[in-house]
């Protein structure tokens, strides 16, 4: 067992142990108050619930690269390596101190000092071994997701670097598309931009950090647990339904966001529209400057998936072999909108004419069969039919 403190900033929340392998922790001393509760943790089973804290805020397990960076630092488990790391994220202010350290919140955090940005260029390249050099003290260590990726500094910010997962990153045009759809639909301050890049001759997905030094972000486990809805959400499951946009909508509203109705329907619609079955915790949340207990909800930030790549696991051919099931499958998986949502911001011709998009975007992947864009573009103007239905019956 491993003892630490939960800092948030300077402030101590929680004394406890943990299994460095299996993450399981016990609380010897907890704050009182806000702080404690903003994580969850004013109830039965605080233990339980910080394990789960522990767990999450490490590498996925289903992290294609786990075991090679595990490998490399000589770390028992991910929840090991962001102990190693201070379990510091660019996400929130929270984070590890040992025993009787007197290490503080701007000696640390990494928007004032940085990080080993050797880390990503060594996973991103797929040199492995070069991590042994490398410190743990760094992004990587706490950032969920399966995908291989790496934070970038420069003199213009600092950006996720995400790695295709197909040799010619033929999936990341489906992000791109993604990404375009929001920023017509909603405007660019309600997404988060998204562009293609190369990095160590791998095409990759680049975005800017949405956040700034005083914010947080809030993923949607946390965002539950602050509404006291521990048992409401089937977000967790990572499906998407009338019922758990519903709940969203709750929670939401609970912890004092403006407009839950009208964010949950944008985040419900683009869903719909770019026929994205992924809706899970950690593809959406809050934000509040650090200093207020004010939180609005975080713009749409995660296009992976997006226009079919994949659907729900499906192969390409699979799709363009039976496109009559597929348009079968859209209708009822994507059926969910409620028209008592806000749809007041929503403009029916704001897409017009996007499927040429969908078909210009695709017809260059030579890797595709030719039939694969038509399929997406016929699925796509299904979709803004019965979005334009939803939205006009509100």
């Given at each position: 067992m491993i003892r630490r403190t939960l800092m948030q900033r300077d402030r101590e929340l929680i004394d406890f142990e943990v299994d460095p392998v299996t993450g399981e922790a016990r609380i010897f001393d907890a704050a009182v108050g806000n702080w404690a509760a903003?994580?969850?943790?004013?109830?039965?089973?605080r233990d339980q619930v910080l394990t789960t804290l522990m767990v999450r805020r490490a590498l996925s397990p289903m992290r294609k690269d786990l075991d090679d960076i595990l490998a490399a630092f000589g770390a028992k488990s991910p929840v090991d390596l962001a102990l190693m790391g201070r379990g510091l994220s660019l996400s929130d202010q929270f984070w590890y101190r040992a025993p009787g350290s007197s290490e503080r919140w701007e000696d640390v955090n990494f928007f004032d000092n940085?990080?080993?940005?050797g880390f990503g260029a060594a996973v991103l390249l797929g040199d492995y071994v070069r991590l042994a050099a490398c410190s743990?003290?760094?992004?990587?260590?706490?950032?969920?997701?399966?995908?291989?990726?790496?934070?970038?500094?420069?003199?213009?910010?600092?950006?996720?670097?995400?790695?295709?997962?197909?040799?010619?990153?033929?999936?990341?045009?489906?992000?791109k598309l993604g990404f375009d759809l929001c920023s017509l639909l909603f405007g660019e301050g309600c997404c988060v931009s998204l562009d293609v890049v190369?990095?160590?001759?791998?095409?990759?997905?680049i975005s800017p950090l949405m956040l700034d030094g005083d914010e947080e972000l809030a993923d949607g486990n946390r965002v539950f647990a602050m509404a006291d809805m521990w048992e409401s959400s089937s977000l967790s499951k990572g499906g998407i339904t009338a019922q758990a946009c519903d709940a969203l909508v709750d929670a939401y509203a609970a912890i004092g966001v403006a407009d839950a109705s009208a964010y949950v329907a944008r985040r419900a619609c683009f869903s719909c529209l770019s026929l994205l079955l992924?809706?899970?915790?950690?593809?959406?949340?809050?934000?509040?400057k650090i200093d207020s207990d004010v939180w609005r909800a975080a713009p749409i930030f995660d296009y992976d998936g997006a226009f079919g790549?994949?659907?729900?696991?499906?192969?390409?051919?699979?799709?363009?072999?039976?496109p009559s099931l597929v348009e079968l499958f859209c209708a009822q998986r994507f059926s969910f909108l409620r028209p008592r949502w806000d749809w007041s911001w929503y403009d029916s011709r704001a897409l017009d004419g996007f499927e040429d998009a969908i078909m210009k975007?695709?017809?260059?992947?030579?890797?595709?069969?030719?039939?694969f864009a038509e399929l997406i573009?016929?699925?796509?103007?299904?979709?803004?039919?019965?979005?334009?239905?939803?939205?006009?019956?509100a």
């Open positions: 903003s994580l969850g943790l004013d109830r039965e089973g940085g990080w080993d940005q743990p003290d760094a992004p990587e260590v706490t950032t969920s997701g399966h995908a291989v990726k790496a934070w970038e500094r420069n003199d213009d910010g600092i950006y996720l670097v995400k790695a295709a997962e197909y040799p010619d990153g033929i999936e990341l045009v489906g992000a190369e990095r160590y001759g791998r095409p990759c997905s992924d809706f899970n915790p950690s593809n959406f949340g809050a934000i509040r790549f994949p659907l729900n696991g499906t192969s390409i051919s699979y799709l363009c072999e039976n975007a695709y017809a260059s992947c030579r890797s595709l069969p030719p039939v573009a016929h699925l796509f103007v299904a979709q803004r039919d019965y979005v334009n239905n939803v939205a006009s019956g």
